[in-house]
């Protein structure tokens, strides 16, 4: 299994925003449907075996942790609007401490980065760290930001952990998954 | 200068296909739209010297011929629904054979695959190509379908060029662009 964590620093928590405002009201929404999409899809088919956890620390009620499981979601497409709607959908149900099925695929549950730490081993990809193409092995489990850093207190909770990169310049979360994924592909095919 | 050009076979060419329905009414629009982005956008910058063209086939009035200079643009921000609305204003100007700026870095012409190609030498990204990390040297000018294949019309155009694969697997036409231009990167900034 493959996971990629988001944090969405502005990112609503509640179910009432428009699909119509995704940059804006709805708190950069727009990056975290496109990391869904890069993570999860190929052409015509799904990556059953990638999960992508949304951290959302937006208002009115932070922090929620949506998971998008690869194997097992429907009714979702590659456009952002339609993951937009999943999403919203998942925060309009009641939350609790355990994940919930919000729909086929789509599980949503209160808390944050500190406890999905908890439970995963995330790497951090990071313009710092170092090249995955030169790393022996790579991360089952990366995180990566949204628009904004990480907050000093998102950074003590990652201290120590590994951190790579991608490549020579800043690029947006979802273009990261999407290259850290073709160096995955490349090994598992046999292609390096 | 890097060029990607990208084939709607289903892309609407009139301007008042609806914002809300992009994968739908306006012909996968939205994969047009994402291509815009990955060409385009570096995090917090814009990739200047990257030019995308638009190939819209759809209905009502085919062929048209974007183009959205990332030297140029104004008005773009990273999410589908923004470079959808840039797309519909230039669709809604008159149309004539040469390109005319409908925003700030956005051009838009009559005509397709065929007057293009007379423009620029474009090579096609196809999965059956040469690994892009083995090609000696990378293409300037790179064609990609969307969702459909290109058909046989298109292909007899194609007829000879050089084609390359950036991995094992089919992907979509943007994470195919991203990938490209994460080899390009390297190689400019010697990162390779």
Redesign the interface.
């Known amino acids: 299994m493959k996971r990629f964590a988001v944090v969405g620093h502005l990112a609503a928590t509640g179910g009432t925003f428009s ?2 405002d ?2 804006g009201s709805a708190g950069r929404m ?2 975290l449907c ?1 990391c869904v ?2 993570s999860l ?4 088919d799904l990556r059953r075996d990638v999960e992508c956890y949304l951290i959302l620390r937006g208002e009115p009620d932070p922090d929620k942790t949506l998971l998008f499981s690869g194997g097992a979601v429907r009714y979702l ?6 993951s937009a709607a999943l999403i919203r959908k998942a925060l309009s149900i009641p939350c609790g401490d355990e994940f919930r099925e919000s729909t086929p695929g789509v599980y949503v549950r209160r808390g944050g980065l500190s406890r999905l730490l908890a439970d995963i081993p995330f790497s951090v990809l990071d313009e710092a760290g170092e ?1 995955i193409r030169d790393a022996p092995v790579l991360p089952d489990a990366c995180l990566l930001s949204d ?1 904004l850093n990480l907050t000093p207190e998102e950074e003590e909770m990652l201290e120590g952990r590994d951190r790579y990169s ?7 979360a979802d ?1 990261t998954i ?2 850290l994924l ?1 160096e995955i ?2 090994r598992e ?1 046999g ?1 390096i």
Do not use: K, Q
């Open positions: 699909l119509n995704l940059p727009d990056i496109r999409n890069s899809f190929l052409s015509h497409s590659p456009d952002e609007r339609s090249d628009h991608v490549g020579p310049f800043s690029l947006h273009h999407t290259i073709n592909d490349r095919s292609w």
